[in-house]
């Protein structure tokens, strides 16, 4: 009778460990979603930004000519 019991308490803390690791995986994967949803906004902003200043470079090679 040891060995069936022993069989299901390992099979059971084997489902265990597997159950830390999904929980790891997911919150590192939330944690790079955060990332590459902030790096997204960062780039978004530089584009503005570039926009606006080509715009003014535009506006002052009109004036000058």
Do not use: C, H, K, Y
Request: hydrophobic content about 60%; cysteine-free.
């Amino acid at each position: 009778m040891f060995w069936p019991m022993f069989a299901v308490a390992v099979g059971f803390l084997g489902l265990v460990v597997l159950g830390v690791f999904a929980v790891r995986v997911f919150l590192e994967a939330r944690r790079l979603g955060q990332q590459v949803a902030d790096s997204a906004r960062r780039i978004n902003g530089a584009a503005e930004d570039l926009e606006r200043a080509a715009v003014r470079a535009a506006t002052r090679a009109a004036d000058a000519v």
